[in-house]
């Protein structure tokens, strides 16, 4: 099908959730990505923090193959050991005690939030309930995860709202202010993402982490976006100095198949128990063989060269005309330009780089394994578009 078709069967067909660029792409190699009428891309924004290891892996390939020519599925009243080997390795690689595996990003989220509402209910009984979220925070579109995130624009029309969440500003004495003493959990994400690409300051998440554990209230990590090796450490909090209760992840831990993860820490344990939470498709085999390949690539040295790509991007994107301010971490990156961020987007694109927005920002996530050619041919691209 060429452009044109695919677009007007998505105009007549889809949903119209989605603003898409006009755009097919169908294929690539890493960084590369090739669109249906063969124009070249660079690929500064891995399906939104997704492809970690970018299009046409070829070890990555070959564990999802590997897996499909076994068998695909399995329900959760059986074992199957790639859901099995990839718990004991996010366990092994972070501390985390057990792993509930769902299919998203929102659906971790939502199982991090009934757990903690669980945790609380069975120790100080049902009035203890509350959620404190962030201001500026995305969480996902489920109704309980909606409601956590703190941004008013996405709460228009789906109201009633999960009760009893409340939102803060990133600051020790207004999460204090919202808590009350019926708070059971804090959720944050240490590098917001949709928000503009904002890392949390430091002083902030190491005092909410000790208020946290003294008042035995459980801190949630999102790194449904900032996690796997994207921030140049397996997970964002490792930077922080902080061990939380409950890390959720998603995004890029398989690579690219649908899959969300919510680790549980220490005293978090047993926040979920028999029968308390479930999903048909979490864990999917295919999903795990994928997120074992990447979880067993992402190796402190793998992680070191992600540090240093991510240095290099930002040094020279600092240096750039039209570049006010470059935040985020590691490969988690956002652009503060001096216009409309979308204009920007639709630019790059024009040239032959995809790059991605969140609020007034221009925000890059390109694959962990672009290469320097691939990175100085869309720098050039971004440079002469900002300029
Ligand atoms: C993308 C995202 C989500 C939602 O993930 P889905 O897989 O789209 O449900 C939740 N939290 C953060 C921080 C995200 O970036």
Redesign the pocket.
Known sequence: MNFQEIQRLDGTYVAKTYARYPVALVGGKNATLTDSEGREYIDFGSG?AVNVFGANDEAWKKAVIDQLNKIQHVSNYYYAEPQSRLAQMLCERTGAKRVFFSN????A?ECALKAARRYSFLKYGEERDRIVSLKGS????TLF?LTATGQDAFHKYFGPFVPDVSYAAPELADVMRVAGSDTCAVII?CVQ??SGVNALPARFVGELADWCRRNDVLLIC?E???GNGRCGTLYAYEQYGISPDIVTT??GLAGGLPI?ACLFFGRAEDALGAGDHGSTFGGNPVACAAACNVIGRLTPGFLLEVQGKAAYLRAKLQGFDGVREVTGLGMMIGLTVGRPAKEVAAACLERGLLVLTAHERVRLLPPLTITKTEMDEGLSILKEVLS
Do not use: P, Y
């Open positions: 939104i998203s990003g929102a659906e989220n995305f969480h996902g579109r995860t994400e993402g949709e999102d449904v976006q900032s998603a995004k969300g």
